[in-house]
T-cell receptor, first 113, second 112 residues
Framework: DAGITQSPRHKVTETGTPVTLRCHQT?????MYWYRQDPGHGLRLIHY???????DKGEVSDGYSVSRSKTEDFLLTLESATSSQTSVYFC????????????FGQGTRLTVV | DAKTTQPTSMDCAEGRAANLPCNHS???????VYWYRQIHSQGPQYIIH???NNETNEMASLIITEDRKSSTLILPHATLRDTAVYYC?????????????FGTGTRLQVFP
């Protein structure tokens, strides 16, 4: 299995509090991605990174920010969590060459109450 | 990014071949077709990918039409463990834009 770890795996937080999810990789891959998955919506791209300090928005970036200060870590922050951000969050990594696969983490289940 | 269209759900009898179609009529010349699957709530798992030639690996075969506007993922002998959501993705990008955009996928149910 690819070396990709998400933490925490489960979290319950209150509305209005900040939350940070971490994705850690040991593959030295250039690309890292954050997705959310809700029933009936498949996986939707939130943000992605194509290098240290290089990030870009995905399909559903409102309410989320990201940071990547080193190759191995990609952080997703909900500045002020809302109930609509209750979801399962997946991180993925890729070498970034089109002829290579992407690997996914096991997900973080976030509940905002 | 080219969009993909897949049937919402399909059934397949155990031991039979499962043929999952994907339409990607707006695909361009440098875009690859990738297939992933997601079992229960696990992270998606890579299956196979191709550019224009048919591909086969230990999990599946990928048939891409000559005009590249559609493809079919074939699981030659489906088992109950192949029950999952299957995603067809068209992947393109330059140095800084290797986005992976998923659609809603096909829910494959393999029955005994």
């Amino acid at each position: 299995d690819a070396g990709i770890t998400q933490s925490p795996r489960h979290k319950v937080t209150e509305t209005g509090t900040p939350v940070t999810l971490r994705c850690h990789q040991t593959e030295n891959h250039r690309y890292m991605y954050w997705y959310r998955q809700d029933p009936g919506h498949g996986l939707r791209l939130i943000h992605y990174s194509y290098g240290v300090k290089d990030t870009d928005k995905g399909e559903v970036s409102d309410g989320y920010s990201v940071s990547r200060s080193k190759t191995e870590d990609f952080l997703l922050t909900l500045e002020s969590a809302t109930s609509s951000q209750t979801s399962v969050y997946f991180c993925a990594i890729s070498a970034g060459r089109l002829n290579t696969e992407a690997f996914f983490g096991q997900g973080t289940r976030l509940t905002v109450v | 990014d080219a969009k993909t269209t897949q049937p919402t759900s399909m059934d397949c009898a155990e031991g039979r071949a499962a043929n999952l179609p994907c339409n990607h009529s707006t695909i361009s010349g440098n875009e690859y077709v990738y297939w992933y699957r997601q079992i229960h709530s696990q992270g998606p798992q890579y299956i196979i990918h191709g550019l224009k030639n048919n591909e086969t690996n230990e999990m599946a075969s990928l048939i891409i039409t000559e005009d590249r506007k559609s493809s079919t993922l074939i699981l030659p002998h489906a088992t109950l463990r192949d029950t999952a959501v299957y995603y067809c993705i068209v992947r393109a990008g330059s140095y800084n834009t290797d986005k992976l955009i998923f659609g809603t996928g096909t829910r494959l149910q393999v029955f005994p």
